[in-house]
C-alpha cells in the first residue's frame, strides 16, 4: 500500500492529483504476459485541485472521489485488459466556468501548458541525420499490437454529486445534481458493434428527475446512441440565463416535464423531445435577440405560445433535433434554438389545422422583424349582398369559437368586406326605394323616362355597412351564442374590395 501521494504542477499553483491511500490485493503475476489482481482501491483522491485554499471559493478542486474500487483486473500479453468492475463511490465534481466560459482549473492548466510548448519552441533545435536514422529503425521494427480492454462494469455510486456554476451568463446560472448514481456496463473495445449500456439516475435541485437509460456504440470510428429518458419537474425561470441570451426571452414563470429519445447515427443527431410545459409566462428581455428568435419561427412568439396553451395554460409538442456532430458550421446552442423555433410553428401551425379542418387553413401576412406579422385564417365568406351567415359560413365560424374557446390567450381581430357584388345590389336596393311612377318623378321636376341618379358617396357607405355588419355578426355569434370575452375580439374598418376574384366575406386574424 502507498499512502499520501500528490502530484503537483507549481507554474500552474494546481495539484495535479492526490490520493490519501493505495492498496493492491490478490496480486498473481506469471510472467510480464500474465498478471492478475483481485482488487485495487485508491482513497481520498482529488484531481485539479489548488495548492493553496482559496477561502472566497466554494471549491477548491474539479474532482474528488471516496474511493475507487477496482475488482479483477488482469492483464494478457501486456495490450489486453479485462476488469470486472469499477466503483467510483462519492464523486464530487465541480464544474465551474468563469465569465469568458473557460473551466476553472483546466483554463489554469492549459494556459501553462501553452506557455512551455512556446518555451520549448524557442529552444529546440533542428534535428540532425542521427534523429532520421531513429526514425527509420522505429519504423522497420514494426508497430506493437493496439491496446484493447474490457470493462463489465462502471458505476458512480454513493453519496455522489455534480455542481455546474456559469459565470458566462447573467444572472449566472447554478445546478446541483445530486444523488447521481451512473453505471455503463459492457464496455469492450474488442467488439465495436456491441453496444454498452448505460442508466443514469439523478435529480437535478430538489424536485426535479432526470433519468436516462439504453446503449452507446462508443468503439466504432463515429459516434452511436439510442437511448431515452425523461425528466419531469423542471422549474423553467432556472434556465432564463440561457434563454434570454440566447432567444432574448425571460422565463418568468413556468415548468417542463420532457420525454427524451437520444438517438445517434454514425455522429448524425436524430433526437426528439416530447415536451409539455406547464403555467409559462414569459417577457421579452432582448428585444434584438427576441427578434432573431422569432424569425426562425416565422411568427412572434407569443402568438405561437398562445396558439398553443390550453385551457389550463399548458403546453404540448415535440420539438426534434437533427445535425451533424461533424459538420463545421455545427453548435449544440445554434442547434436547438433552430429546432426550438421550428417546433413551435409546426406545432402552431398543426393545431390550427387540425382546429379548422376541413373548412379553414391559415396563411403569414407581413413583415416579422417589423413586427407586423400577421397569422390570418382563411376568410369567412358570405353570400352577395347578405351579412347573414350561409351554412357552410357558418360552420367554419363555429369551429373557429371553439378554437378560441380552447386557447384563451387567443385574440382575434375582424375586418368586414364588401366587393363590386355587394355594391351592385346595394345600388339595386336603393334604387328601389327611389319613387318608381312616373307621376312621381314628374312631381320632382324629373324627366318621365330619365332613371334616378345616385349619390355616389352614399352608395359606398352603404356598402361599407354591409361590410361592417358581416364583422358585428361574426363577433355576435363569438360573445353573444358562445360566451367568449368581447375584449378578445377587435374588429377593424370595414372594407371595400373590388378586384375581380374577390369575395365578400371577413378577414379572420390574430
Known amino acids: 500500500s502507498v499512502a499520501d501521494v500528490a502530484l503537483k504542477d507549481a507554474r500552474a499553483e494546481l495539484m495535479l492529483a492526490r490520493f490519501g491511500a493505495l492498496s493492491v490485493e490478490g496480486v498473481d503475476v506469471a510472467g510480464l504476459d500474465q498478471i492478475a489482481v483481485q482488487r485495487i482501491a485508491v482513497e481520498a483522491l482529488a484531481l485539479l485541485a489548488d495548492v493553496t485554499p ?12 471516496n474511493r475507487i474500487d477496482v475488482t479483477s483486473l488482469s492483464i494478457k500479453e501486456q495490450n489486453v485488459a479485462v476488469i470486472e468492475a469499477i466503483d467510483l463511490d462519492g464523486m464530487q465534481l465541480a464544474a465551474l466556468l468563469d465569465a469568458s466560459g473557460q473551466m476553472r482549473w483546466l483554463s489554469r492548466l492549459t494556459a501553462e501548458e501553452a506557455a512551455s510548448s512556446v518555451e520549448a519552441a524557442d529552444e529546440k533545435q533542428p534535428a540532425g541525420g542521427d534523429e532520421a ?47 447521481f448514481a451512473l453505471a455503463i456496463e459492457n464496455l469492450d473495445s474488442t467488439q465495436p458493434d456491441e453496444p454498452a449500456t448505460l442508466t443514469l439516475d439523478t435529480r437535478l435541485g430538489k424536485y ?22 425523461s425528466l419531469t419537474g423542471l422549474d423553467l425561470p432556472t434556465l432564463s440565463p440561457y434563454v434570454v441570451t440566447y432567444m432574448g426571452y425571460d422565463l ?3 415548468q417542463l416535464d420532457n420525454q427524451i429519445d437520444l438517438r445517434i447515427d454514425k455522429d448524425v443527431l436524430d433526437i426528439n423531445n416530447h415536451l409539455k410545459i406547464s403555467k409559462l409566462n414569459i417577457v421579452e428581455a432582448d428585444p434584438v435577440k427576441a427578434s432573431e428568435f422569432s424569425a426562425g419561427l416565422a411568427m412572434p412568439l407569443d402568438m405561437a405560445l398562445g396558439l398553443l396553451k390550453d385551457g389550463d395554460g399548458n403546453i404540448e409538442f415535440d ?9 463545421p458550421e455545427f453548435s449544440m446552442s445554434g442547434v436547438i434554438n433552430l429546432a426550438l423555433g421550428k417546433a413551435l410553428k409546426m406545432a402552431a401551425m398543426n393545431y390550427v389545422t387540425s382546429a379548422l379542418q376541413p373548412l379553414g387553413t391559415v396563411m403569414f401576412v407581413g413583415k416579422l422583424l417589423g413586427k407586423a406579422m400577421e397569422l390570418r385564417f382563411k376568410p369567412l365568406t358570405f353570400d352577395a349582398g347578405s351579412s347573414e351567415f350561409n351554412e357552410t359560413g357558418r360552420e367554419y365560424a363555429e369551429k373557429i369559437a371553439t378554437m ?26 336603393m334604387l328601389a326605394e327611389q319613387p318608381a311612377d312616373a307621376s312621381a318623378r314628374q312631381a320632382n321636376g324629373e324627366e318621365s323616362g330619365a332613371a334616378p341618379e345616385l349619390d355616389p358617396e352614399l352608395v359606398k357607405e352603404r356598402t361599407l355597412d354591409l361590410a361592417r355588419a358581416r364583422s358585428e355578426a361574426l363577433k355576435s355569434l363569438f360573445v353573444d351564442d358562445k360566451g367568449i370575452d368581447a375584449e378578445r375580439l377587435f374588429s377593424c374598418r370595414p372594407m371595400l374590395d373590388f378586384e375581380e376574384a374577390s369575395e365578400p366575406r371577413v378577414e379572420i386574424s390574430l
Open 54 to 65: 482559496r477561502p472566497e471559493a466554494s471549491f477548491q478542486q474539479m474532482l474528488a472521489l
Open 133 to 179: 536514422e531513429a526514425a527509420t529503425t522505429e519504423n522497420e521494427a514494426g508497430e506493437p499490437a493496439p491496446f484493447t480492454f474490457r470493462v463489465d462494469k462502471v458505476a458512480i455510486v454513493g453519496d455522489s454529486w455534480i455542481v455546474f456554476d456559469d459565470a458566462s451568463v447573467k444572472p449566472p446560472f447554478h445546478a446541483r445534481l445530486a444523488p
Open 208 to 229: 426535479t428527475d432526470f433519468n436516462l437509460a439504453g446503449n452507446l456504440w462508443l468503439f466504432q470510428e463515429t459516434l452511436s446512441s439510442d437511448i431515452s429518458g
Open 252 to 254: 418568468r414563470r413556468g
Open 319 to 327: 420539438m426534434p433535433v437533427k445535425g451533424n456532430l461533424n459538420a
Open 404 to 429: 378560441v374557446i380552447d386557447r384563451p390567450e387567443l385574440k382575434l381581430t375582424f375586418c368586414g368586406v364588401a366587393n363590386g357584388q355587394d355594391e351592385a345590389l346595394v345600388r339595386e336596393a
